[in-house]
């Protein structure tokens, strides 16, 4: 098992890892802000609202920490769906954050993408699903782990 637990060279991925290679860094050059609204929206009772516009955010700084590092990526599957992670939805990918136990990754294990709960226990790597119905995959000495990214928003529609 190499075992790496850093963003590592590209070539880690291997042939299979190239579509996520193709995105692009988000939050090139175009601004793309948006209006705050300065009253809060009640999600439970109906709040009386108004149209005052505290300030305009840009959603490049509110979203994203390390714009190069920093991609979006579409997930297939249900194996994250009680991290609130569903099939069809675009993660926001920071490769330039440390991952850490307990935080979701994006790992390439022998060639291979998936999005993951990462655990260290003892001295071994498991990469959880948040579906009861995925088994935990644990690394096995000789396979090849790559953590591509850390994992820092969903992005889904309603």
């Known amino acids: 098992m190499r075992g790496d637990l850093t963003p590592d060279s590209q070539d880690a991925l291997g042939a299979k890892g190239m579509l996520a290679m193709a995105p692009q860094p988000v939050g090139g050059r175009h601004c793309c802000t948006l209006p ?10 109906p709040s009386p609202a108004d ?14 920490q390390h714009r190069e590092a920093t991609f979006i990526l579409r997930v297939t599957g249900w194996s994250m769906r009680d991290a609130g992670i569903f099939d069809g939805d675009e993660i926001i990918v920071d490769r330039a954050i440390t991952p850490a136990d307990g ?9 291979d993408l998936t999005v ?3 655990r260290r226990i003892g001295s071994a790597v498991h990469l ?11 690394l096995q000495e000789g396979e090849d782990l790559c953590i591509w990214g850390v994992v820092t928003r969903v992005l889904h529609r309603v």
């Open 116 to 118: 993951k709960r990462l």
């Open 103 to 111: 935080k979701i990754v994006v790992a390439a294990i022998n060639g």
């Open 51 to 64: 149209d005052y516009v505290e300030r305009q955010i840009d959603l490049n700084t509110h979203l994203i």
């Open 128 to 138: 959880v699903a948040e579906n009861p119905e995925f088994p935990p995959i644990i």
């Open 36 to 45: 705050v609204m300065a009253s809060r929206i009640a999600a439970g009772f």
